[in-house]
Every structure is written in C-alpha cells, then in structure tokens.
C-alpha cells in the first residue's frame, strides 16, 4: 500500500465514510443510554493527593513552542438529522509528512465500556482508524459485584465487548480496581475507593472474573490502578509492602489459569503527602519487598503523565509557570526514573507498560454540538489550572511526539504498549457542559461530547503506522 497512493486515499475515505454512518446511530443510541456511568479518574486529576505548584499561576497559554509536527485536522462535519447518512465523502485533508511512522502493536488506547453496544461499536472503528492495536478496560468491580456473586449487566457487556474486540484484532487490557462497600472494610465503605478487606476477596473475584470472562481475549492485566493515593487506595494501609499481600494473591490466581502478561499496578506520579505516597520510593520498596524474586515475570505499569509540559522536555532548569518545579510532572523524567530503579534491583530486562499516559486541553471541546455548540467550561479549581494551558495543536502534536520517543533509541528496548487516556469520556452524560465546570476526563478524551472527532483523533489517524 506504500507504493499505491490511490488505494490508501479510498482506504481513508472509506474510514472516514464509516465513521459518519455509525455516528449517526452513536447519536441516537446515547438519547437512549440509561446505565449510569460511574466517575473513573486517571493519574493527574485527583486533587489533594497531587503535587501542587507553591503559587498556582492563571491559566495561560505556555511559552514553549510545540513539537514541529503540527498536522491539519480532518474537516468537520455535521451530523445528519433526518436519518439520511450524506452520499457525497468527506473531503480529506492531507496528510502532513512531517508525522513519524508509528508502531501499532505498541499502541493503546482506553476506553470506557459503560455505553451501549451500538456505541462500543463505533468506539472500535474509531480505535482501529486511529491506528492503535491495544485496547484497555478498568475493569470496576464495585459495578460489576454489586452483592457477593451476583454481577450486573454491565459485567454481561463486558463479556460481549470483550469478544466483539478480539474479533477486531484488538489486544486487550484489563485493568481490576474498586472493591465493592460489602467487601470491603466497614470503616472504608462509602469513602473513597480502595481494596477488599482481605487479599483472598481479590484473588476470589479474579478467578471467578477468569472462569466468565475466559480471558481468551486478553493479552494482559494490571492489578489494581494508582495504589499510592487514597483516592484509589483507601481502608488499608498505603504502602508496597500491603499492596504486595494483594499483587501476590491476585497473581497467583492469574497464573493458575492463565499466562497473559501481569502488570504492577500504574502508579500516580506524585510525592509524598497527607493522600499519596511518593511513587518511586514505592517503586523501590516493591522491589525490596521481593517483587523480581517471587514474580520474575512482573512487567511494570507507569503512568508517564506529563501535565503541560512537552514530552520531551526535562525538570526543572526554569521552573516558573507552575507544575514545573518538580520530575513527576515530567513524562520523561518519570519513564527515566522507573527505568533507573528496574536496572538498580536487577530487572533490566523487565519492561515499563504505560497503562495510562495523555495530555489534556477544553480548547475545541463543545457542548452538545460540535460545530454550533457552546464552548465547554473547563474545570475552575485552582488545582487543575495546568490543564487550561494547551491549544488542541499541542495536544496532539506532543502525544505523537511521546509514542515516537518510546517506540525510538534506548526507549524502544525496554518500553513496553503504550495506553492513551482516553477516547471517549466526553461524550459520557454530563462530562461536558458549558454553564457548569465539565468533568477533568473530558480534556483527555479524543471525541467531542457528540462523538465526532478531536484534532487528536485525526492526527493520529494521520500519523502512519506499521
């Protein structure tokens, strides 16, 4: 297809032509939705529990200059109302050339399964136009147990997702996080969310996840999600050595069924503090607890966020606009660092997975429409500032820049799939508003709150893949 320019413009056409007609069924499919969506955060939005800078400046638009790869988006276009999908394609815009050949197979992308299966369906051709191969799923376990062993009809979707996935060719990744309140322990329940009060609880609902779920079509787990906060990790001690008694049950009872990768939980790149643990000490004390000696095929997750700063950029010659001043704000120091501690304790051979990573930015997020509607409001807390700093450019042009960095040079020979957070929260109920503060996720995801595709979208679409 490399030499036969004509056929991958039908081909791009075609996908573009695809995602129309779907959107269309998308957009009456969510007037329908009823099943709640319940709140899922990722590393870099959980308030108190994250380093903050001393003086949070006002939201302004950075200094630095992005990464020279700018692209020029996919044309809008409108959403058909009277049920008749358009004849006429899409123009397309060109691809530009300065965009890297990217690695799919070490590729991701997560998405929220609690939609309906007409939606999920359109999420899939949406993932696979954009060129990822993985495909992850925080699997909430408190949705799907609701009382000991009976499970919802989400779980029953899940199963269904699962399946119509692999069918793709996607790999998929589950994520199991979020105890339900009756296993967990009395003091904890109604709090934030945490584990079970006994690993063997863990353990119980993975085995019986395996035996539903069949696991056949996934490639891999993580165990539990960002354990050094307390809003992920609350109603047993924080520290690796708890989280340890946990990891050992639940991989144990992975491997009695299966052999699929198994991934330390990501960790929220922070410091310590009254909510958080800081999380290369914890990184540190996993390995000083025993974790290459009693599981040396662990494969360790990360969670590279890197605020508003550039992939490619370093802490902290010149802190001075806020959320600068230290490396966990830092995608590269972060990835550097892990990599520093698994050479350190003997795992030079292990591999760093990127469960979640990502940037964010409200400019070009619409309510409702994405054409005619209202800007979205993005989130007022002072705490979230950073997240008001990028242009839609930006966020594009350094999510490129951050697969290319990985899937490149010494990066490459320990990097393991990359996951980027998220493809569609925005366009979840209530994520995206324009009278009211709109939900953090909604920044990161690649669709607008009606479906149609971000700057982000298309410029991973347009990003060539091998």
């Known amino acids: 297809m490399k030499n036969n320019p004509p056929l991958r413009v039908l081909v791009v056409l075609f996908a573009a032509l695809s995602l129309l007609i779907v959107l269309f069924g998308v957009n009456m499919a969510r007037a329908a939705q009823t099943t709640p969506i319940a709140p899922t955060y990722g590393a870099v939005i959980g308030g108190a529990t994250q380093l903050q800078p001393t003086n949070p400046p006002s939201p302004v638009p950075p200094t630095n200059a992005p990464p020279a790869i700018p692209p020029t988006a996919v044309p809008a276009q409108s959403v058909p109302t009277n049920g008749v999908v358009p004849s006429a394609v899409p123009t397309i815009a060109p691809t530009p050339t300065a965009l890297p050949t990217l690695r799919r197979d070490m590729m991701g992308i997560q998405v929220h399964p609690n939609v309906t299966e007409l939606q999920f369906r359109y999420l899939m051709d949406g993932a696979q136009f954009m060129g990822f191969r993985w495909m992850k799923f925080q699997l909430s376990w408190k949705e799907l147990?609701?009382?000991?062993?009976?499970?919802?009809?989400?779980?029953?979707?899940?199963?269904?997702?699962?399946?119509?996935?692999?069918?793709?060719?996607?790999?998929?990744?589950?994520?199991?996080?979020?105890?339900?309140?009756?296993?967990?322990?009395?003091?904890?329940?109604?709090?934030?969310?945490?584990?079970?009060?006994?690993?063997?609880?863990?353990?119980?609902?993975?085995?019986?996840?395996?035996?539903?779920?069949?696991?056949?079509?996934?490639?891999?787990?993580?165990?539990?999600?960002?354990?050094?906060?307390?809003?992920?990790?609350?109603?047993v001690p924080m520290n690796a050595a708890t989280y340890l008694k946990y990891f050992d049950a639940a991989y144990k009872a992975v491997r009695a069924r299966s052999q699929v990768p198994i991934i330390t939980a990501g960790l929220s790149p922070t410091a310590d503090g009254a909510g958080s643990v800081d999380d290369r000490r914890w990184l540190q004390e996993l390995y000083a607890g025993g974790l290459l000696r009693n599981y040396p095929d662990?494969?360790?997750?990360?969670?590279?966020?890197?605020?508003?700063?550039?992939?490619?950029?370093?802490?902290?010659?010149?802190?001075?606009?806020?959320?600068?001043?230290?490396?966990?704000?830092?995608?590269?120091?972060?990835?550097?660092?892990?990599?520093?501690?698994?050479?350190?304790?003997?795992?030079?051979?292990?591999?760093?997975?990127?469960?979640?990573?990502?940037?964010?930015?409200?400019?070009?997020?619409?309510?409702?429409?994405?054409?005619?509607?209202?800007?979205?409001?993005?989130?007022?807390?002072?705490?979230?500032?950073?997240?008001?700093?990028?242009?839609?450019?930006?966020?594009?042009?350094?999510?490129?820049?951050?697969?290319?960095?990985?899937?490149?040079?010494?990066?490459?020979?320990?990097?393991?799939?990359?996951?980027?957070?998220?493809?569609?929260?925005?366009?979840?109920?209530?994520?995206?508003?324009?009278?009211?503060?709109?939900?953090?996720?909604?920044?990161?995801?690649?669709?607008?709150?009606?479906?149609?595709?971000?700057?982000?979208?298309?410029?991973?679409q347009a990003a060539p893949k091998q």
């Open 145 to 235: 147990e609701p009382a000991p062993g009976q499970y919802s009809l989400l779980d029953s979707q899940i199963v269904l997702y699962m399946r119509l996935a692999q069918g793709r060719g996607f790999r998929m990744m589950m994520s199991v996080a979020k105890a339900p309140d009756w296993a967990r322990p009395p003091a904890a329940r109604g709090q934030n969310d945490g584990p079970p009060a006994q690993p063997k609880q863990l353990a119980d609902f993975i085995t019986a996840m395996i035996g539903r779920y069949n696991l056949q079509p996934t490639d891999a787990i993580e165990i539990w999600n960002e354990p050094n906060t307390a809003h992920d990790w609350s109603g």
């Open 298 to 460: 662990v494969q360790i997750g990360i969670h590279p966020y890197g605020w508003s700063n550039a992939p490619d950029a370093r802490c902290c010659a010149n802190p001075s606009g806020g959320w600068d001043n230290n490396p966990t704000f830092f995608f590269l120091d972060t990835v550097d660092a892990y990599r520093s501690i698994m050479v350190k304790n003997g795992h030079a051979n292990g591999k760093l997975w990127a469960t979640e990573f990502g940037w964010p930015t409200f400019d070009g997020l619409k309510a409702k429409d994405h054409v005619n509607g209202p800007p979205a409001k993005a989130p007022s807390d002072p705490s979230l500032g950073w997240m008001n700093r990028l242009t839609e450019t930006q966020q594009s042009a350094y999510t490129v820049r951050a697969f290319q960095i990985a899937q490149n040079g010494d990066y490459a020979a320990f990097m393991g799939p990359m996951v980027l957070w998220n493809l569609n929260f925005a366009f979840l109920p209530d994520f995206v508003n324009d009278t009211k503060d709109s939900r953090p996720e909604a920044g990161f995801s690649a669709l607008n709150s009606d479906g149609f595709p971000r700057m982000l979208y298309n410029v991973m």
